[in-house]
């Protein structure tokens, strides 16, 4: 598989690994920490 083809097929299956994972990661994240944030923010009492 050193055929350009192949090259970008494997450059292109892991860089759309690596943005679901990242896309997985900031989402969960982001889910979690909004309502600590939430509750603990002056402004909302």
Known sequence: MK???GLVAVALTAAILLAAS?????GTRG???A???R???PAAR
């Open 3 to 5: 055929t350009p083809v």
């Open 31 to 33: 889910e979690n920490h």
């Open 22 to 26: 990242l896309l997985i990661v900031t």
């Open 39 to 41: 509750m603990l923010s």
């Open 35 to 37: 309502p600590a944030v």
